[in-house]
């Protein structure tokens, strides 16, 4: 079944309105170096957030914009309350799961004392650098899922993303866009950087990571992956209808109710390669260079396959 997440048409519906009377300056600001969008995040609520407690059994799915996060939050989230209905139906409280706006670092001041009060499985987003976290998820030891994709496709899936939100800066051509990634002038900063951040935690026995393209190949053996990682009990079947309920065409068919009218922005393609459609050679060249200097031989990045899906 679809879940509706009202927080989340709610905050991002007010987004949509409050960028489109920004210019594109105004739509962005910088917090501890790293670029966020103006619309969804503020200064006040980073400091805010370096206050919440992570739980050991929080589950959490962290990856950069545009890797897949809406759609394996889905994954996530179904495997967590088939989970709980299965095994223990009296601690599940769906619409507390679904309260609050599925991203940690979007939303309102009070969000995390409201949070304190939420029964666990708490199911978190972020798209956070593993250093931008509160230092709780990493003391605690709160599990993580750090989802992946090629840097390309991110690369051209998010352009297509800045010119249909107008929360964010949009761009006529793809290589002004292109450039401001690489520079990290973009929301949520360089990709690059991202990835090698969180290759630094790659080896912490809380961390796990999975990527877009695996989960595409094959969405229930993932799913399977990713329900042995977070410890949930769940058999051969269940794991096959989350698999089928996750499929990118069911839940671009359910967008609408479960992501109000953002729903069409968030679900464009959902394909592997359509960077082939953008990219120069001047394109393909920076890539494959910031990729060999700052990824290659890491466990990120051979996780990521580069020479599989990013070369042209």
């Given at each position: 079944?679809?879940y509706?997440r009202k927080k989340?048409i709610?905050?991002?519906e007010k987004?949509?309105?409050d960028?489109?009377k920004m210019?594109r300056?105004?739509?962005?600001?910088?917090?501890?170096?790293?670029?966020?969008?103006?619309?969804?995040?503020?200064?006040q609520l980073?400091?805010a957030?370096e206050?919440?407690e992570a739980?050991?059994?929080?589950?959490?799915?962290a990856?950069?914009?545009k890797?897949g996060t809406?759609?394996v939050g889905?994954?996530?989230?179904d495997?967590?309350?088939?989970?709980?209905?299965?095994?223990?139906?009296?601690?599940?409280?769906?619409e507390?799961l679904l309260?609050?706006?599925?991203f940690?670092?979007?939303?309102d001041l009070?969000?995390?004392?409201?949070?304190?009060?939420y029964?666990?499985?708490?199911v978190?987003?972020t798209?956070?650098?593993?250093?931008k976290l509160?230092k709780s998820?990493?003391?605690?030891k709160?599990?993580?899922?750090?989802?992946?994709r090629?840097?390309k496709?991110?690369?051209?899936?998010?352009?297509?993303?800045?010119?249909?939100?107008a929360?964010?800066?949009?761009y006529?051509?793809f290589g002004?866009?292109f450039e401001a990634l690489?520079?990290?002038?973009?929301?949520?900063g360089s990709y690059?950087?991202?990835?090698?951040?969180?290759?630094k935690?790659i080896?912490?026995?809380?961390?796990?990571l999975?990527t877009y393209?695996?989960l595409?190949?094959?969405?229930?053996?993932?799913a399977?992956?990713?329900?042995k990682?977070?410890?949930?009990?769940?058999?051969?079947?269940d794991?096959?209808?989350?698999a089928?309920?996750?499929?990118?065409?069911?839940?671009k068919?359910?967008?609408?109710?479960?992501?109000g009218?953002?729903?069409?922005?968030?679900?464009?393609?959902?394909?592997?390669?359509?960077?082939?459609?953008?990219f120069?050679?001047?394109?393909?060249?920076?890539?494959?260079m910031?990729f060999?200097e700052?990824l290659?031989?890491?466990?990120?990045?051979?996780?990521?396959k580069?020479?599989?899906?990013?070369k042209?």
């Open positions: 079944m679809p509706i989340f709610e905050i991002l987004a949509i309105e960028g489109k210019t300056e105004e739509k962005l600001f910088t917090y501890d170096g790293v670029v966020y969008p103006t619309t969804l995040c503020s200064s980073f400091k957030l206050s919440f739980r050991s059994d929080d589950v959490i799915l990856a950069y914009c890797t809406n759609w889905q994954i996530v989230t495997l967590v309350i088939t989970s709980a209905k299965k095994h223990e139906p009296h601690k599940l409280n769906e507390l309260a609050e706006f599925p940690l670092e979007i939303g009070e969000k995390y004392k409201r949070m304190k009060t029964p666990s499985r708490r978190i987003f798209h956070l650098r593993a250093d509160p998820v990493f003391k605690n709160a599990k993580i899922l750090l989802l992946v090629n840097p496709d991110v690369a051209a899936s998010f352009f297509h993303f800045s010119n249909t939100f929360a964010y800066p949009p006529e051509t002004p866009f690489m520079k990290g002038e973009v929301p949520w690059i950087d991202f990835l090698c951040v969180w290759n935690y080896d912490e026995e809380n961390v796990m999975i393209e695996e595409k190949e094959n969405t229930a053996l993932g399977k992956k990713i329900a990682f977070f410890e949930l009990n769940l058999s051969e079947e794991i096959q209808g989350v089928e309920r996750s499929t990118f065409k069911t839940m068919d359910h967008s609408k109710k479960t992501h009218e953002f729903g069409d922005v968030l679900f464009r393609k959902g394909t592997v390669s359509d960077w082939k459609t953008l120069s050679q001047e394109n393909n060249q920076e890539m494959d910031a060999k700052r290659a031989g890491t466990k990120v990045g051979e996780m990521i580069y020479d599989i899906y990013c042209a």
